[in-house]
């Protein structure tokens, strides 16, 4: 019997046989497995990385928008309107936000699954007049908008 003992292949040693290509399949595909674990395992990582950050990345994003808000609100308080000289405030934050708001969901509406890199132009609409302003952030000023948007 030259076969008895040693090899995988005697059917009395059916287990061992089927362990043994289980086993070599597993030798086969490892290089191809080797490098997408590495990438899985790095997406994994990132991912992970994002999940336990987001608990302090996210409160820091509302914080610096809340503070950019309450600037912006602080410089419309005290800024007239370049049209009729109305104080533009609050009111006239809130309500370029609407339209905004309104300007963007009619994109959406009319063009629906493109996707639209928007720069918002419109800061304050005065509550007075309608006037429209821009805002500069490096100057820290509304200017009068010639567009609508
Ligand atoms: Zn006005």
């Known amino acids: 019997m030259a076969h008895h003992g040693g090899l995988p292949y005697d059917p009395r040693q059916s287990t061992d046989a089927l362990l043994f290509l289980v086993s070599q399949a597993g ?3 490892k290089p191809a497995n080797a490098s997408a674990r590495i990438h899985q395992a790095s997406f994994l990582l ?3 990385l994002v999940v336990i950050a987001s608990p ?6 509302f914080a ?5 808000r309450r600037a912006m609100l602080a410089i419309a308080e005290r800024t007239q309107c370049k049209l009729c000289g109305a104080t533009l405030g609050a ?3 809130e309500q370029a936000d609407r339209e905004w708001a309104e300007h963007v969901a009619a994109l959406h509406r009319d063009r629906p699954g493109i ?12 509550a007075a007049c ?8 490096e100057r ?9 948007f």
């Open 46 to 48: 990132i991912a992970a």
């Open 115 to 126: 996707r639209f890199r928007l720069v918002r132009c419109l800061w304050a609409i005065c």
């Open 56 to 61: 302090v990345l996210i409160p820091v994003a």
């Open 130 to 137: 309608g006037g429209r302003h821009g805002f500069n952030a």
């Open 91 to 93: 009111a006239s934050l």
């Open 64 to 68: 610096l928008h809340a503070r950019d």
């Open 27 to 29: 030798n086969a595909v």
């Open 140 to 148: 820290r000023l509304f200017t009068l908008l010639d567009s609508d």
